[in-house]
């Protein structure tokens, strides 16, 4: 407990001295996001209730609190708001279907042991389970990468108001191709740095290649990690040019 409470202190003053009010709003903005994802499991808990519409919610919830609470109400927030939820909702149809077919919902038998103990007739639908553990990974990815591209096109709109829509879109995408390098790399390390033990483990078993591909716990979240990198990669046009439409839009009125 004394350890969590000395890196959250650190983390805030750090984030204060940086980023002063803003920093601080968006340390809270870590708990109230938080928030917002326990209740929806607790809400996934009731019967009959779908888990895809209340991540729905939930990823709406996550990005207004990202983008309006965080950096106000504005032109780029609202852009890179409406660009996150189009992609979430493109996205979430094929989410399901790969779930679904794929067969990595419900817990890989490298978990068998530790659940064993547990009833898993819970009354929840675990391809929907899977596909909201999916999109949940993916809208913070999302969100910044509207975000980063959004603030920067409004930037060159407020300085060249007499820029064109297709070159305010072209200047988007050169943006976003600069972040999508990085973020895909962000997303994949994370991955690895977070299952390293699994991977030692796997190789203590003396797994093969092909049983590590095809394990469900690694499958899963690979799938994840692709999901969030197309998400990614989806979010720069459509951020770009639902920016480009209402700057220019709003220039001319």
Known sequence: MNTL???????????????????????LAIFFNFGVLILTILIMLIPKADPIILTLIASTLISCISLFYINGVSTKTITAFISSIATVVILLFFIVIVTENAMIQGFGEEEAEGISAFSLYIGIDFVKIGASVIIM??????????????????????????????????????????????????????????????????????????????????????????????????????????TAYFLVKKGRK
Do not use: C
């Open 137 to 242: 990974s993916t809208i913070g990815a999302i969100t910044d990468t509207a975000i980063a591209i959004s603030s920067p096109m409004r930037e060159i709109f407020h300085h060249h108001p007499s820029i064109s829509r297709k070159d305010l879109f072209a200047f988007g995408l050169r943006m976003g191709r600069d972040l999508l390098g990085t973020s895909t790399n962000t997303l994949f390390f994370a991955f690895f740095g977070s299952y390293l033990a699994l991977l030692i483990w796997f190789k203590d078993l003396s797994y093969s290649i092909d049983q590590i591909v095809n394990s469900k716990i690694f499958s899963a979240e690979m799938i994840a990690i692709f999901f969030a990198g197309i998400g990614v990669a989806s979010t720069i046009p459509i951020t770009s040019w639902v």
């Open 5 to 27: 409470f000395w890196l959250g202190t650190i983390l805030f003053i750090l984030m204060v001295l940086v980023g002063g009010k803003k920093g601080a709003r968006s340390f």
